[in-house]
């Protein structure tokens, strides 16, 4: 019987693992748990995978097709760029001066001479202009340049003179290239306005920029001029060094309102005369005229212009984002709004020039928005405030708190803390206890007076311990209410010395405003 079930045979116990009273599973059934297990991590890894790869396939397939329009779309340009190309044969002229007036422009001195192209303006201003960079005037090649094309022919002399540092010699062309602003500031005007400020064109420059921006100021209507002073006033922003009401004193609007009307007025008289300091000596041309300049000649002549532009055009498509001088620009595109150039320059600690120029083409706004502060500023304020201390609300003025109201808050703060009544309870209940004990030493014994007394006495200190209580929560009070005391007296300090910063600020008010006036006055009767 060795080969039976209990002996080790066929049926041995190396298929079955006998757990607690004889329960648990047999090892192939573990084994093919375990299997199944892992090929459940097996396939949830995989999925992951899955989605990973899937995801990263439509990145790369978005990406790709995203590269394939951009193929695309650049080779059909090419395309259209080498048909196009053969429509400039007829222009080899005017192609050749205007590779001769770039090389001109980037300071190089051309050789050979130059010959005319009929009906192009560009002809004869470039030689005028050579003939300036010499030190004479080429009066023929100047007007034959402006019977051609008047506009151009004059920006071209002005931006040209101006960035070779040779304004001078443009200056009776100024009023021509630059004239009243409309709405919106073209490019050209821009670079035009900018020399004029720099001092490249000496004082009339500066004169007619004046004028020009003076007389859009001038043209404002009711609702926009008030638009603006408002944005004056809020422009300028107080000297962050000088104490303000803070805290619960910020509860005193009108107060703060007045001082700090009168700290942007005493800050806008400061500012006004530094920005109209002496500015400084001409430097180097902006960078905006030789583009300005740039994009003028690349142009091309009236017949090539739908060329070139279309040239222009296709070649951004082919070379894409910053295809450096393939730009869309246009020598006489908008560049902004005419309030936000003459507003704007005013910041510009850069350029001096700038900033000096809109200072006196806004001389109008600004006096307007001294006198508006100014009113703010001499408000007749009520100094009544009401602040938060630990006893809630009060009212102060700088004599002192609202009649009463002081002593609702000291209460109010003491009447916060109370004695526990656990200790006067004990002494009540060891009191009675002792009452009862004693009662019954007079009916069963006076066995009984003993655990009396030691109630009476227990009750005795419980009332000492209560008495000892209420002494110290007195004082707790008496605390409260000194801290009230204390914290009123310190908001009626600050306000004291608040308003008496207001009023030595008030009395500096009129000199202030007039200080303003008096720097802007000649440029205020400009522009009225």
Not at 132 to 142: A, H, I, Q
Request: charged letters at 25%.
């Amino acid at each position: 019987m060795s080969g039976g079930v209990g002996s080790g045979g066929g049926y041995e116990s190396n298929r079955w693992n006998e757990g607690f009273f004889g329960w648990g599973e047999t090892t192939w059934d573990r084994e093919l748990r375990d299997h199944v297990d892992g090929l459940h991590s097996t396939l949830h890894a995989t999925r992951r995978n899955q989605r990973r790869l899937q995801a990263e396939l439509s990145k790369a397939t978005g990406s790709l097709e995203q590269r394939l329009d951009k193929l695309s779309t650049a080779f059909d340009a090419f395309v259209e760029l080498s048909d196009l190309r053969q429509q400039f044969t007829p222009y080899d002229a005017e192609t050749k001066l205007r590779h001769r007036a770039r090389a001109v422009l980037d300071g190089q001195r051309p050789t050979g001479a130059q010959s005319d192209v009929d009906g192009y303006w560009l002809a004869p201003a470039l030689a005028a202009h050579l003939s300036t960079v010499d030190g004479t005037e080429n009066v023929t090649s100047l007007r034959l340049a402006e019977a051609r094309d008047t506009r151009r022919a004059t920006v071209f002399r002005v931006l040209a003179a101006g960035a070779a540092g040779r304004g001078s010699t443009a200056i009776g062309a100024l009023p021509d290239a630059l004239p009243e602003l409309g709405d919106t500031v073209l490019m050209y005007q821009r670079a035009i306005w900018v020399l004029c400020a720099d001092g490249h064109f000496g004082e009339a420059g500066r004169e007619l920029i004046h004028r020009r921006g003076a007389a859009s100021v001038a043209r404002l209507d009711g609702p926009e001029r008030d638009k603006q002073i408002a944005r004056w006033c809020a422009a300028i922003k107080p000297d962050k060094t000088v104490s303000r009401a803070s805290g619960e004193l910020s509860n005193a609007v009108e107060l703060a309102a007045a001082t700090d009307a009168c700290d942007r007025l005493a800050v806008l008289r400061s500012w006004v005369a530094g920005r109209l300091a002496g500015a400084p000596d001409p430097g180097e041309p902006d960078h905006l005229a030789p583009v300005v300049l740039r994009l003028l000649v690349d142009e091309g002549s009236e017949p090539e212009i739908p060329l070139l532009t279309r040239e222009r055009e296709l070649r951004a498509k082919i070379e894409g984002p910053g295809a450096g001088e393939w730009t869309l620009d246009t020598w006489d595109g908008e560049v902004g709004d005419t309030m936000g150039m003459l507003t704007g320059d005013v910041t510009d600690t850069d350029n001096p020039g700038r900033a000096k120029a809109a200072v006196r083409i806004n001389a109008s706004l600004i006096v307007a928005a001294a006198e508006r502060l100014a009113g703010q500023a001499r408000q007749d304020v009520s100094t009544e405030v009401r602040v938060r201390v630990r006893g809630g609300e009060v009212t102060i003025t700088p004599d002192g708190p609202a009649a009463g109201m002081a002593d609702k808050a000291r209460e109010r703060a003491a009447g916060r803390y109370t004695v526990d009544s656990t200790t006067k309870g004990k002494a009540w209940a060891a009191g009675g206890v002792g009452l009862l004990f004693a009662l019954l030493a007079v009916a069963a014994g006076w066995g009984w007076l003993v655990p009396a007394l030691i109630a009476f006495g227990t009750g005795g200190m419980f009332v000492r311990q209560a008495k000892r209580e209420n002494a110290d929560m007195d004082q707790v009070r008496e605390d409260a209410r000194q801290k009230v005391t204390a914290e009123i007296h310190g908001r009626v300090e600050q306000l004291e010395a608040a308003v008496a910063v207001l009023r030595s600020r008030q009395a500096k008010v009129n000199a202030d405003v007039e200080g303003v006036r008096a720097l802007l006055a000649e440029d205020v009767r400009v522009t009225a």
